[in-house]
């Protein structure tokens, strides 16, 4: 198939995991549009092309964030988004380092990336999500954890195995919002339910830490935060409300340019 320029093999090679005879029914679907067509395949439809298996496995489990913003769009820290842009080489390039020097041999576990975005309300933790998925050329699903938690004893876990089960299979971005529902402080144990809840919430922590692709989180409410969760995600990003002249920035990036400040 003739590809657009913006279209980067070596890069769709290290963010998916993808079966030889998936990307041969990948090429044949690209190549048969190219030459029917008679055009170049856009980034955006090989993408599609690609993403159309995750969409029928996990669509159920999750819902689907259309990406619409860039690097542009994001006003942040420049630590903050260094960080963030470090975060993606290293997402990008864990597969090639692995390669090249074995660490996965002595790591117990997966080579995935997790990423806690922390801030008060309306500072772009979403928006975040969506340039990360951008950068990376991965969709991004928003996980409903009123969907995943149970009042059963081991329904949570079996939803929480099934949703990175399909997401392992799908090369998708899982986006858990309101984090700290989650990974609040651990409560001390006075009954079976506590012992439960930890149990639940140290078992969310290990899927993300076993999951080979990317884990975002996100939450208003860093205080609540175990610590010890914190300390085992491999990078943080603080998102603070933006100042005058960053709201000016931002009102006119998004007002059209006719109307006059």
């Not at 298996?53 to 630590?79: K, M, N, Q």
């Not at 996965?104 to 995935?112: E, V, W």
């Not at 991965?138 to 949570?156: A, C, H, M, N, W």
């Not at 007002?255 to 400040?261: A, D, G, H, V």
Request: glycine share 4%; charged share 30%; aromatic share 10%.
């Amino acid at each position: 198939a003739a590809l657009e320029v913006d279209v980067s093999l070596p890069d769709l090679a290290d963010c998916y995991k993808l079966t030889a005879s998936q990307i041969r029914g990948i090429a044949r679907e690209a190549g048969y549009i190219s030459r029917t067509e008679q055009r170049t395949i856009t980034k955006e439809e090989l993408l599609a092309i690609i993403n159309r298996d995750a969409r029928e496995r996990i669509g159920s489990l999750a819902t689907h964030i259309p990406v619409r913003y860039t690097w542009e769009d994001l006003e942040i820290e420049e630590t903050e988004r260094k960080r963030l842009r470090l975060a993606c080489d290293r997402f990008r390039m864990r597969n090639r380092i692995d390669d090249k020097y074995g660490l996965m041999k002595k790591n117990a576990y997966g080579n995935g990336v997790s990423i806690l975005l922390y801030g008060p309300p309306g500072t772009g933790k979403t928006m975040t999500a969506q340039v990360v998925a951008r950068e990376v050329s991965l969709p991004l699903y928003r996980i409903d954890v009123s969907q995943i938690f149970s009042k059963y004893v081991g329904e949570t876990q079996k939803n929480l195995s099934t949703i990175f089960d399909e997401a392992a299979k799908t090369n998708v971005i899982l986006f858990f919002d309101e984090a700290d529902a989650l990974f609040s402080k651990r409560t001390e144990i006075k009954d079976s339910n506590d012992r439960y809840a930890n149990a639940e919430t140290a078992f969310l922590l290990q899927k993300v830490e076993e999951y080979s692709g990317m884990t975002i989180l996100a939450t208003n409410l860093f205080q609540n935060f175990d610590r010890a969760y914190v300390r085992r995600i491999t990078y943080t990003i603080k998102l603070d409300n933006p100042d005058a002249t960053v709201r000016r920035r931002l009102w006119e990036s998004v007002l059209p340019k006719e109307i006059r400040f």
